[in-house]
């Protein structure tokens, strides 16, 4: 029988985006359980609002996952926005994986910005880091699904960034150096342009993972360019915000209800229970 992180390797399929609807507190991941959907993926701005903690690694690794402790991992799926991963030397990180792992969490998001700047580690850097990550996971005998998130098109100007030619090269240039070091996916926010989604795809054999507005975007423009993931970031936290007097429940079903005919038709996976 396959393992949780084995299924949700298997859940990532081109053209079949699986589709993360971001939690941000405990009694958010919970509810979206009760109605159904078994992947409760951590985004780490809502859940550092939430918790009173601004962005970027503020809110302590052990506050963080103590919550994820919190959302029934034995029977649901659950994946961890560790930031830059919450230390800048190599043992810092390889703690904040033994962490991750004794939470019950299966998979991760991490990113190669530098915590509160906006520039990028170098590749070489975050290819060690990863290797670093890789090679702690051997040695505790441990899987996760690790998704690298890249900044490239996140940081400085969204709609400049998505019109750069040698942005697109040098993302993939990094794309490339990461794959290497045996990940699973890759994480590009910020990221719109079509044929700079389609030229990625093309270029990688991982999964990738883009990240929608839940009011801004239309689903429907993002099914067709190869992607194999869709997070929903921060934006459902917002939109709850904003009808937060409808209970979780309704504001879930209400929710599901615009997702469920895409479902139907097998154009997306929600991951739902049983």
Do not use: C
């Amino acid at each position: 029988m396959k393992t949780k992180v084995e299924q949700f390797r298997d859940a990532h399929k081109k053209d079949k985006p699986l589709i993360l609807l971001n939690i941000w507190n405990v009694e958010s991941a919970k509810v979206l359980s009760e109605v159904g959907i078994k992947l409760l993926p951590t985004g780490s701005y809502a859940i550092s609002d939430f918790y009173g903690y601004q962005d970027g690694e503020n809110i302590p690794l052990t506050e963080l996952l103590s919550y994820v402790s919190k959302m029934d991992t034995k029977n649901n799926v659950v994946t961890v926005d560790i930031e830059s991963g919450y230390g800048t030397s190599l043992t810092d990180l390889n703690s904040t994986i033994e962490q991750v792992v004794a939470s019950g969490a299966i998979g991760i998001n991490i990113e190669d910005k530098i915590p509160n700047k906006t520039s990028l580690f170098s590749v070489k850097t975050q290819k060690d880091r990863l290797l670093s990550i890789k090679n702690k996971l051997i040695e505790m005998n441990k899987d996760l699904f690790i998704n690298v998130r890249t900044d490239m098109y996140f940081v400085g100007d969204i709609i400049q960034n998505n019109q750069d030619e040698q942005l697109l090269k040098q993302t993939i240039e990094r794309i490339n150096s990461y794959e290497k070091t045996g990940i699973d996916g890759i994480f590009i926010p910020g990221l719109k342009n079509k044929e700079h989604i389609k030229r990625i795809v093309q270029e990688t054999r991982l999964p990738i993972n883009l990240m929608l507005d839940i009011q801004a975007d239309r689903l429907e423009d993002y099914l067709d360019l190869g992607i194999s993931r869709i997070s929903y970031g921060p934006s459902l936290y917002f939109l709850y915000n904003e009808h937060s007097k409808d209970s979780l429940v309704d504001f879930y079903r209400s929710l599901l209800k615009e997702f469920i005919p895409y479902e139907e038709q097998g154009k997306i996976e929600l991951f739902r229970q049983g």
